[in-house]
């Protein structure tokens, strides 16, 4: 497929994302690399061997993929069209060290875009806790499977509506996400009149050439105004998350040596978010065999969204968590031709869907966890999407 190149600078980008109102779209910013770009008018569905003749492809799978099923209690799910697709757009929005510019596929006409104004609406809502006793029943599901050997770890995660009192615009979260989220990758994924949206610290696989790089990032603890430094040393030294966190590196060491030579693993440090702090490793390999395919596929889900063994942890999590986590946890993010691109998890995210909105939050439940403890630490991960409405 030819595309023709525009220039096109933009002094709010988002312009374009709102140009294609009611299409399927895509916006991403990698704030870590200073690089954005938003696709809309869905082109087609490609398979992997096409990828490569499109600049970018968005690339989403659910949690638990069609042939593994959903949740076993799972209620009725709004993640029904979404997902389990490498699709390739007509019009994109490129913004990098090349500069900004607008790519749209020879077959369809170039779209007018002008800048737009995004205005920073406060979005009035209203929600109550009313899965508590569904939190309980995953948390006791859990720790039994831990107790008696089964697992080692599995992610507990939580699923809350808000309810928002008008039908808002999407521009103005993913604005804030964006002010609000210094270190964290930007995306929303609008199709069928419905958008998945967050700020994502975590990286599942970045492939650049032979290089492939993934991030083990577990423990976390709540920063406290004017106690910052005192929070980041005390996660630092803390026993429990230093084991869930080495759980985490291992497993993922073990999966990359599979695949590359040898994995080179990064001192483990603090990465500082706007609610909390995380300990995190960065693990690196060379290879020149798998496609970015074959590492998302090995790679997820990682013990920092599943749990350890992998198989059985999710097991665990499908008998025992009663809603569909979707995209919630999920790989999602761009491909180019080159077959190199950035594929976070879909954390800190939620389902905007007309006057509601599905928020989801998860936590690695170990040996020593616990129940109250953990649903406080979701409350604590929740504030990244609504801090964003308020």
């Known amino acids: 497929m030819k595309y023709k190149e525009i220039g096109?600078?933009?002094?709010?980008?988002?312009?374009?994302?709102?140009?294609?109102?009611?299409q399927e779209r895509v916006y991403w910013k990698d704030q870590q690399h200073?690089?954005?770009?938003?696709?809309?008018?869905?082109?087609?569905?490609?398979?992997?061997?096409?990828?490569?003749?499109?600049?970018?492809?968005?690339y989403s799978r659910t949690f638990f993929s069609p042939e593994e099923g959903q949740p076993i209690q799972k209620v009725k799910s709004a993640w029904q069209t979404m997902g389990n697709e490498l699709v390739a757009f007509a019009h994109y929005y490129i913004c990098d060290e090349k500069g900004a510019r607008y790519l749209h596929a020879e077959t369809v006409p170039a779209k007018s875009v002008s800048d737009q104004e995004v205005v920073l609406k406060k979005i009035a809502y209203t929600w109550t806790e009313e899965d508590k006793e569904d939190w309980d029943y995953l948390f006791e599901g859990?720790?039994?499977?831990?107790?008696?050997?089964?697992?080692?770890?599995?992610?507990?995660?939580?699923?809350i509506c808000l309810h928002l009192q008008e039908t808002v615009d999407s521009a103005s979260i993913i604005k804030r996400l964006n002010q609000q989220n210094q270190e964290c990758f930007i995306f929303a994924y609008e199709k069928d009149k419905q958008v998945f949206l967050g700020a994502s610290p975590e990286i599942l696989v970045q492939k650049q050439?032979?290089?492939?790089?993934?991030?083990?990032?577990?423990?976390?603890?709540?920063k406290e105004v004017g106690k910052e430094e005192v929070c980041g040393q005390q996660l630092l030294h803390d026993t429990?998350?230093?084991?869930?966190?080495?759980?985490?590196?291992?497993?993922?060491?073990?999966?990359?040596?599979?695949?590359?030579?040898?994995?080179?693993?990064?001192?483990?440090?603090l990465m500082e978010l706007r609610n909390l702090f995380h300990l995190r490793s960065l693990l690196t390999v060379e290879d020149e065999r798998h496609s970015i395919f074959d590492w998302i596929q090995c790679l997820h889900p990682t013990p920092a969204m599943g749990g350890l063994p992998q198989k059985k942890a999710m097991d665990v999590i499908r008998q025992y968590e009663r809603h569909d986590r979707g995209l919630y946890a999920s790989p999602l993010?761009?491909?180019?031709?080159?077959?190199?691109?950035?594929?976070?998890?879909?954390?800190?995210?939620?389902?905007l869907t007309n006057k509601a909105m599905y928020a989801y939050a998860g936590c690695g439940i170990v040996d020593g966890s616990i129940c109250q403890e953990e649903y406080e630490e979701t409350r604590t991960k929740f504030k990244t999407i609504l801090d964003a409405l308020q």
């Open 8 to 22: 096109l600078e933009l002094q709010e980008p988002l312009s374009f994302w709102k140009a294609f109102e009611g």
């Open 240 to 269: 429990k998350n230093i084991h869930e966190h080495s759980l985490v590196v291992n497993m993922i060491k073990q999966i990359m040596s599979r695949m590359g030579r040898t994995v080179m693993v990064g001192p483990m440090h």
């Open 209 to 222: 050439g032979s290089t492939v790089l993934s991030y083990a990032l577990a423990g976390t603890i709540r």
């Open 333 to 351: 993010g761009f491909i180019d031709a080159k077959g190199d691109g950035l594929i976070v998890v879909g954390i800190r995210s939620a389902l």
């Open 34 to 58: 200073n690089r954005l770009i938003i696709a809309a008018g869905r082109l087609k569905k490609v398979s992997q061997e096409e990828s490569h003749q499109y600049p970018y492809c968005w």
């Open 142 to 159: 859990i720790h039994k499977n831990i107790e008696n050997g089964s697992i080692k770890k599995a992610v507990a995660s939580r699923q």
